[in-house]
Structure formats: structure tokens, C-alpha cells
């Protein structure tokens, strides 16, 4: 579905990400996200995630949709998907390779930017809401949350995969190793990032400890109902070793677990 990138193009890309996570990215993490998230490798898997709980042409917003990928493979799968990004290159790019591989979209409806929290949108007017490793970039990412539900109707799912800070496990930009936010408080952290020889920028203004009670905690306070996805169990627990009786008890344990390496989880809005 996706066309190769032109030598080009594949430069402007590699100049912008370098610029945006200077000191963060190593060119092979450069490599990486232009394989994984520019193309279409996490976005089929977002799509895998999203696909079983949602009807045929379910209307769905991507927040942080960033260069469109996963509003793409949504699309390609008839959802009605769109997305909203701050980031005017990401959004451009977006838009031009929708116009390459689905003429007959149009892609200043389909990839907005802006911030979603000020979108224009009709309350109680989506099936679904994705925020794709968006919330950790947020300071005030509750206030995002606040808007998701606003925009769900009742019953409308919201989907969220986020690095959880309260885990032992690389550091998701930087990769290096990284402990939970009470043995790494911030500015520990900026320190740790410096005795590493890394540049501890991007960390300071564009990344924000998320973890998996917290995001728990304002979907209870939304009054929303926690759900699992099963498809993400797979990684973490080999559960056809496990006598059936335990096998439900171990996923909601995980499920819970304050630890777990990521948030990923979907939530339902109340129908009442």
C-alpha cells in the first residue's frame, strides 16, 4: 500500500526527526521510526487492535496522529478515521501521501492540524478515540483525556499505549536503561541522561511520566469501564502454559500491575 520513500524524501524525514529529538534518537532510532512509524508496521498493529471492537465504518480520531500512518491503515481496514496534529510537517507529509494512495480521500478533512483539545467537533459524535503514544508527550494530558470523552458517545471507545514510568525497561526515546519514576525523579533524571553523555533536552520539555494507575485513575474519575486488550497479552505472558483456571486471574493482575512495561489498554464511555 505504501509507495518507497524517494531518497529525497527519506533526507527531509531523517533532517526533521533529527532536529525534533536531538539528543534523543541515535540514527539507528531514526532508522527505526522511519520504518515502524512512518511506515505502516505499528499502524497495521494499531489496526489489529482496534478492528475487533469497533463496527464496519466506525468514525474514529487520532489524536497526535503525527505523519498519518495509523489514520492510514484504518482507513484501508473502512474505518472512518481521521486524525489531529500540532506538527505542520507531519500533517503535510500526511496529507501528500494520502493523495498518492487514496485519490479519492481528501486530505484536509482527513488529517486536521491543531490541538485536538480546541477541535471543532460535535459532542457524543465518535465510535473511538486512539491516542498511540501521544499522552507522555503532554503535560496536561488530562485535559486530553477530558476532550476524548467529550467527542465519545456513550458506549465509544477510547484506546491508549503509552511507556508506563513506573516500570524497570529502556527508556523509550532515549533507549537507554531507566528506572520507575520514584528511584528516577526528574531532575535525577536529566542528571543521569548527562553522566550518560546524552543531551538531556528532550526530556526536559517533551517528555512527562506517565503510568499505568494514574491512567487508570482519570478513566475511573471519567467514569469509564477499563478493558482489556487481549492482543497485547501475547507479548508478555505465554498463557496456553498456564492451567486454565489461572490463566484470567494472571491477565488481570497484569492488567493492574503498576509495573507493567506499558499502558495500553482500551476504555469504554458509560451509556448512561
Known amino acids: 500500500m505504501q509507495p518507497e520513500l524517494s531518497p529525497e524524501t527519506r533526507d527531509a524525514l531523517t533532517a526533521y526527526l533529527s532536529q525534533i529529538y536531538a539528543g534523543a534518537f541515535t540514527p ?55 486524525g489531529i496534529e500540532i506538527a505542520r510537517f507531519e500533517v ?94 526528574r531532575n535525577k533524571a536529566s542528571a543521569y541522561l548527562r553522566s ?5 533536552s528532550y526530556f526536559e520539555t517533551s517528555i512527562f511520566y506517565r503510568s499505568n494507575w494514574e491512567v487508570l485513575a482519570k478513566l475511573r474519575q471519567l467514569g469509564f469501564e477499563a478493558l482489556e486488550l487481549g492482543a497485547l497479552h501475547s507479548r ?3 498463557l496456553s502454559r498456564i492451567p486454565a483456571m489461572l490463566r484470567h486471574p494472571l491477565k488481570h493482575l497484569d492488567f493492574y500491575n503498576p509495573f507493567r512495561r506499558s499502558v495500553e489498554l482500551a476504555a469504554r464511555k458509560p451509556v448512561k
Open 92 to 185: 503535510d507529509f500526511a496529507r501528500n501521501r494520502l493523495r498518492q494512495l487514496r485519490p479519492q480521500d481528501e486530505p484536509e478533512k482527513v488529517y486536521l492540524c491543531g490541538d485536538a483539545r480546541t477541535l471543532d467537533l460535535a459532542p457524543a459524535s465518535l465510535d473511538a478515540v486512539t491516542l498511540w503514544n501521544v499522552i507522555e508527550h503532554i503535560d496536561d494530558w488530562d485535559t486530553v483525556m477530558d476532550a476524548a470523552a467529550r467527542f465519545l458517545k456513550p458506549g465509544g471507545l477510547v484506546f491508549v499505549i503509552c511507556p508506563n514510568y513506573m516500570a524497570w525497561r529502556d527508556e523509550a526515546h532515549y533507549h537507554v536503561p531507566w528506572k520507575p519514576a520514584f528511584l528516577l525523579p
Open 28 to 82: 539507528e532510532a531514526i532508522r527505526a521510526h522511519l520504518e515502524n512509524h512512518i511506515g505502516l508496521a505499528f499502524a497495521g498493529y494499531t489496526t489489529q487492535v482496534i478492528a475487533p471492537r469497533l463496527p464496519p465504518g466506525a468514525r474514529v480520531l487520532d489524536i497526535g496522529s503525527g505523519f498519518g500512518s495509523c489514520v492510514l491503515a484504518a482507513r484501508e481496514a473502512g474505518f472512518d478515521a481521521f
Open 196 to 200: 550518560l553523555g546524552r543531551d538531556p
Open 236 to 238: 508478555r505472558i505465554a
